[in-house]
């Protein structure tokens, strides 16, 4: 699978990828690209909107940045056809809502404490099915 992770803190970044891949959910015949600005990474997905299988991208990408549903929704806008998976610590009915509005979507709660909730076995569980679904 090809991979992109977003999120506006270059350490968070570094800490997914090896979380990820520590837990199995990225394999070594996987390509993991990173993005540390969501702009950016929309004028790459706009020039090859198949170039990712998933993307996982933070909700809040910092003060000045494009919101990660915002990402998400230009990417259905040029043609993605692949998943998708948002990292939000927001929980409320609107953001429910909001996500219920994109397709393709997964969500994942950041901050959970405990384990079968926990970010890392969450994404490792989504990936995983993701894997299978595109080896069928």
Do not use: H
Request: glycine share 6%; charged share 25%; net charge negative.
């Amino acid at each position: 699978m090809t991979i992109a992770l977003i999120d506006d803190q270059q350490p968070i970044l570094k800490l997914y990828s090896a979380m990820l891949v520590k837990a199995g959910a990225i394999k070594s015949n996987d390509s993991l690209y990173t993005y540390s600005d969501g702009t950016e990474f929309l004028t790459v997905i706009q020039e090859e909107p198949s170039k990712f299988d998933v993307v996982i991208c933070d909700q809040n990408l910092g003060k000045d940045q494009i919101e990660g549903l915002d990402i998400l929704r230009g990417m259905i806008n040029v043609g993605f056809q692949g998943k998708a998976i948002l990292l939000t610590g927001d929980n409320s009915d609107w953001m429910k809502k909001q996500m219920e509005e994109v397709p393709t979507i997964d969500y994942v709660l950041k901050g959970s404490r405990s384990e079968e909730n926990n970010p890392y076995v969450v994404l490792t569980k989504i990936l995983n099915t993701y894997r299978k679904q595109f080896n069928n």
